[in-house]
């Protein structure tokens, strides 16, 4: 099965003005809510997912900054992409797009719409990337706009940093928050210290930015990095596109020469966090899951939920472009656990969603970054699994869900396609689920409820214009 679905999607336009980071690749528009059923049967299946968001950004971005022609292949269709490429566009690279395989006509540092007004939906990876390009880069002086929700999530950080670089970057609505005023060449570059705490985006976000700068950039990290395998990613794909970094081994240092973009053929791997929800399903279903298009040799840190399924009594076989998790008979998962998902977060939702069926609790710990993701998704994880009647303790820095047996609910997504997904899985597992607002998913996976369906899993509600 592949999943190349075609979508309808919104008028950009409209979205725009609604401030939503909905897109014309969303899939499910104006679909008030899917029910998903529960399932028994051992789920089986070999399944290609849709490419990795996080290098898709980067590589677009990337190619949209090099001089020359770029091919993408295996690219992401989602919100965030299309928001992406759409800004890449507006700004006067030409982006054509076949299916999933996108060629960027790059601008180097020529900015042929130099007061190109821009929009990223809620893409925290464009949002914290564009920004430190766009002041380096070419002249111009260009506005940067974002959803509501993106709006709301944090960027102070990564402002502070590249004004300390030499950025003119001002906030004409609220201070350290979209819309962003982006003076070019403004952003000459130099050492910078910084805290990756809340977000390793702002890290990434400068790292970029260095080639393009007269002096490059030399960042000092003050504390750690949440998820600083998103930086190693970064540093990776910038290296691809011709960059020059250097770096220690613990990412504490890093710097980046002046010197630009290089075009690039680039095939992206699948996306790890995408895979995890598959993956659950194989846990608590007793089935068999392989995912073909990403596995170990991967840096995306979210293909390690492996390890946790591991330890939660499921066998998995490990590849360097697959991976193949099987379930324990009847999903009976091994619980008693406690787990760092500080380097992984994106999966904690997956994990929070499993753990009732576990024969003791699972304890998650060193999240609290992620209450400024698409929502506050420990209190939002903890407030849907009570709702479920699985009893979970929260803590500022996470969550211990207990064993249960979950019941049906009527669930709010909170324009948080992981709260979707998670909860869709939950609800296979468990007693079924109807889940409101199901389209969010497409900020990452807009396929995902035909997936799910494609697996025998009943999902109802799921057509729509
Ligand atoms: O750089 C990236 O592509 C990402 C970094 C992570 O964000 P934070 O470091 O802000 O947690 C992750 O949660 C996000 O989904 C993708
Ligand atoms: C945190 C996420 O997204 P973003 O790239 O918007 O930060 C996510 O996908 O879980």
Not at 93 to 117: N, Q, W
Not at 167 to 183: S, Y
Not at 420 to 445: D, F, H, I
């Amino acid at each position: 099965m592949t999943a190349t679905d075609t979508t309808t999607g919104v008028d950009a336009d409209r979205a725009e003005a609604e401030g939503s980071g909905l897109s014309p690749w969303s899939a499910l528009v104006g679909v008030p809510h899917v029910d998903v059923a529960p399932h028994r049967a051992p789920i089986v299946t070999d399944i290609a997912l849709p490419g990795s968001k996080s290098y898709t950004n980067r590589a677009l971005l990337c190619a949209a900054m090099a001089d020359g022609r770029s091919t993408l292949t295996g690219l992401l269709r989602s919100d965030d992409s299309y928001w992406c490429v759409e800004s890449l566009r507006r700004l006067g690279a030409a982006v054509t797009m076949d299916g999933t395989t996108a060629i960027i006509d790059g601008l180097g540092r020529r900015r042929p719409h130099p007061e190109a007004r821009l929009y990223i939906g809620s893409a925290g990876t464009t949002a914290r990337f564009l920004p430190g390009l766009l002041a380096a880069g070419g002249p111009g002086r260009f506005t940067l706009d974002a959803s509501r929700q993106m709006r709301g999530r944090p960027l102070a950080p990564l402002l502070l940093a590249l004004r300390q670089l030499g950025g003119d970057i001002t906030c004409p609505g609220t201070e350290d928050a979209p819309p962003l005023e982006i003076e070019g060449v403004s952003l000459l570059g130099g050492p910078v210290r910084m805290s990756g705490a809340v977000s390793s985006q702002f890290i990434s976000g400068v790292l970029m930015a260095g080639p393009m700068a007269l002096n490059g950039v030399h960042v000092l990290i003050t504390d750690h990095v949440v998820q600083k395998d998103y930086v190693a990613m970064t540093l990776d794909m910038m290296e691809t596109f011709g960059a020059i970094v250097e770096a220690d081994d613990d990412l504490a240092e890093m710097r980046v020469e002046p010197g630009g973009y290089r075009p690039a053929d680039v095939a992206l791997e699948a996306d790890a966090s995408t895979a995890t929800y598959f993956l659950a399903l194989a846990a608590v279903t007793g089935g068999r899951v392989t995912v073909t298009n990403v596995g170990t040799a991967t840096r995306q840190p979210d293909l390690r939920f492996i390890d946790i399924l591991e330890r939660m009594g499921c066998r998995v076989t490990r590849e360097p472009a697959a991976v193949t998790v099987e379930g324990p008979p009847e999903g009976r998962l091994t619980g008693g656990l406690d787990v760092d998902m500080r380097p992984l977060s994106d999966a904690t939702l997956t994990l929070a969603a499993i753990a009732p069926f576990a024969d003791g609790p699972v304890a998650i710990h060193n999240v609290a970054h992620i209450r400024k993701h698409e929502s506050d998704r420990i209190g939002v994880m903890c407030a849907a699994l009570s709702t479920l009647g699985v009893p979970v303790d929260e803590r500022t820095d996470g969550m211990t869900v207990h064993p249960a047996r979950p019941s049906h609910g009527v669930m709010e997504t909170h324009d948080d396609h992981r709260v979707a997904m998670a909860l869709a899985v939950l609800g296979v597992a468990g007693a079924g689920v109807r889940l409101l607002e199901p389209g969010c998913v497409s900020k990452t996976c807009p396929p995902f409820f035909t997936l799910l369906a494609g697996l025998g899993v009943g999902v109802a509600g799921a057509s729509g214009g």
